[in-house]
């Protein structure tokens, strides 16, 4: 079944968001403050805790089945000379996650994640949006509604990762576009471009927001014709997430970066989610603080791919292990004062 019929379909979704179980979450608080520790002392694990009970609505919740979704797309504006890499790398990465060979990969292993890769229309990059939108209405609502398809039923936690070279000059297009501040705000060195090739950047998000100044009115329309197609897939597989109660867990600045024109009119649309890390580039910082996320690791990544949603999964399992398996003050006979 299709997910979002058309774009006023997908922004209707955006205005009707269910929220967290208020219930599930109470219980959750008061068997933190049950265990035999003193309270609060587990910091951010009990917050984790609490959090991951509200969306899967249950007391002690789980995390028996979690899926890690990269989408990948390439862009016509890598022809601009916006990254270090060529647009031929994002195939070829493409067929070392399907064998295996990924820092994903192994993350995602070493994290207990069943890891999905989603290539959409690599041989068709999408346009330069300096020249053009970057994808039709058609073309954005299909990868959409590909990344919301790619959402496995019966999930307990959905991680989120991208690959597409070039990428990182799109993402800050979209901030850009959806916050404020200048374009030199959100370009960074990507995957280690030089001052020269970041100004490039710079000037290429000043063209994009030129050309299509009037026209960035909605969600949509700011993914359509600034964004890519497995960005637009996360924005799908974000929304689809929300709508079925599923906690997420983002990645850096690319993967953030989806969230950016949503974010713009739904400030909400963030609650279900956990910010795995915070990247080294630059704008991740600017973009966490927009969306008001705080980090659970900083760790000097910048690589993208989910690699710092899946490695920051193993502190959901530590906090979900120490909610479920420690004894309360009750049940250990120790004294509450
Ligand atoms: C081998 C390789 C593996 C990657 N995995 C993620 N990225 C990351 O780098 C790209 C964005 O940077 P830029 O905008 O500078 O191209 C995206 O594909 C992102 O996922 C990679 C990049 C490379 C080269
Ligand atoms: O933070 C990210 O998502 C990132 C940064 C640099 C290169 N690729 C991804």
Same mark, same amino acid.
Do not use: Y
């Given at each position: 079944?299709?997910?979002?019929?058309?774009?006023?379909?997908?922004?209707?979704?955006?205005?009707?968001?269910? $929220? &967290?179980?208020?219930?599930?979450?109470?219980?959750?608080?008061?068997? $933190?403050?049950?265990?035999?520790?003193?309270?609060?002392?587990?910091?951010?694990?009990?917050?984790?805790?609490?959090?991951?009970?509200?969306?899967?609505?249950?007391?002690?919740?789980?995390? @028996?089945?979690?899926?890690?979704?990269?989408?990948?797309?390439?862009?016509?504006?890598?022809?601009?000379?916006? !990254?270090?890499?060529?647009?031929?790398?994002?195939? $070829?990465?493409?067929?070392?996650?399907?064998?295996?060979?990924?820092?994903?990969?192994?993350?995602?292993?070493?994290?207990?994640?069943?890891? #999905?890769?989603?290539?959409?229309?690599?041989?068709?990059?999408?346009? @330069?949006?300096?020249?053009?939108?970057?994808? !039709?209405?058609?073309?954005?609502?299909?990868?959409?509604?590909?990344?919301?398809?790619?959402?496995?039923?019966?999930?307990?936690?959905?991680?989120?990762?991208?690959?597409?070279?070039?990428?990182?000059?799109?993402?800050?297009?979209?901030?850009?576009?959806?916050?404020?501040?200048?374009?030199?705000?959100?370009?960074?060195?990507?995957?280690?471009?030089?001052?020269?090739?970041?100004?490039?950047?710079?000037?290429?998000?000043?063209?994009?927001?030129?050309?299509?100044?009037?026209?960035?009115?909605?969600?949509?329309?700011?993914?359509?014709?600034?964004?890519?197609?497995?960005?637009?897939?996360? #924005?799908?597989?974000?929304?689809?997430?929300?709508?079925?109660?599923?906690?997420?867990?983002?990645?850096?600045?690319?993967?953030?970066?989806?969230?950016?024109?949503?974010?713009?009119?739904?400030?909400?649309?963030?609650?279900?989610?956990?910010?795995?890390?915070?990247?080294?580039?630059?704008?991740?910082?600017?973009?966490?603080?927009?969306?008001?996320?705080? &980090?659970?690791?900083?760790?000097?990544?910048?690589?993208?791919?989910?690699?710092?949603?899946?490695?920051?999964?193993?502190?959901?399992?530590?906090?979900?292990?120490?909610?479920?398996?420690?004894?309360?003050?009750?049940?250990?006979?120790?004294?509450?004062?």
């Amino acid at each position: 079944m299709t997910a979002f019929a058309s774009p006023p379909a997908f922004l209707a979704a955006l205005a009707a968001l269910p $929220q &967290p179980d208020e219930a599930a979450r109470t219980a959750a608080i008061a068997r $933190q403050d049950s265990l035999t520790k003193p309270r609060g002392s587990l910091g951010r694990l009990e917050d984790i805790a609490i959090f991951m009970a509200g969306w899967q609505g249950h007391a002690r919740p789980r995390l @028996d089945r979690v899926s890690g979704i990269i989408f990948a797309g390439n862009h016509g504006v890598v022809a601009r000379g916006v !990254s270090a890499f060529s647009a031929a790398v994002t195939a $070829q990465m493409v067929a070392n996650f399907e064998r295996g060979g990924g820092a994903a990969n192994a993350l995602c292993a070493a994290a207990g994640i069943d890891l #999905a890769i989603v290539p959409i229309d690599l041989d068709r990059p999408t346009a @330069d949006f300096t020249l053009a939108p970057a994808m !039709s209405e058609e073309e954005c609502l299909a990868a959409l509604n590909i990344g919301a398809a790619a959402v496995p039923k019966g999930i307990d936690l959905l991680i989120l990762g991208e690959m597409g070279i070039g990428n990182s000059t799109v993402a800050a297009a979209l901030c850009a576009a959806s916050f404020d501040g200048a374009a030199a705000d959100w370009v960074g060195p990507g995957t280690g471009v030089d001052a020269s090739g970041i100004a490039r950047k710079g000037e290429a998000v000043d063209a994009g927001l030129a050309l299509h100044r009037g026209s960035l009115t909605t969600p949509f329309e700011i993914l359509r014709r600034l964004g890519g197609r497995e960005l637009a897939a996360i #924005a799908g597989a974000l929304v689809a997430a929300r709508l079925r109660g599923v906690p997420v867990m983002l990645d850096g600045f690319i993967c953030c970066s989806a969230v950016a024109p949503l974010a713009a009119i739904c400030p909400d649309i963030v609650a279900h989610c956990l910010a795995g890390h915070r990247s080294t580039e630059p704008g991740h910082t600017r973009l966490l603080d927009a969306l008001g996320l705080d &980090p659970l690791l900083s760790l000097g990544m910048r690589l993208g791919e989910g690699s710092g949603a899946a490695t920051a999964t193993m502190l959901v399992r530590a906090a979900l292990t120490a909610h479920d398996g420690m004894a309360t003050f009750a049940e250990a006979g120790v004294s509450e004062a």
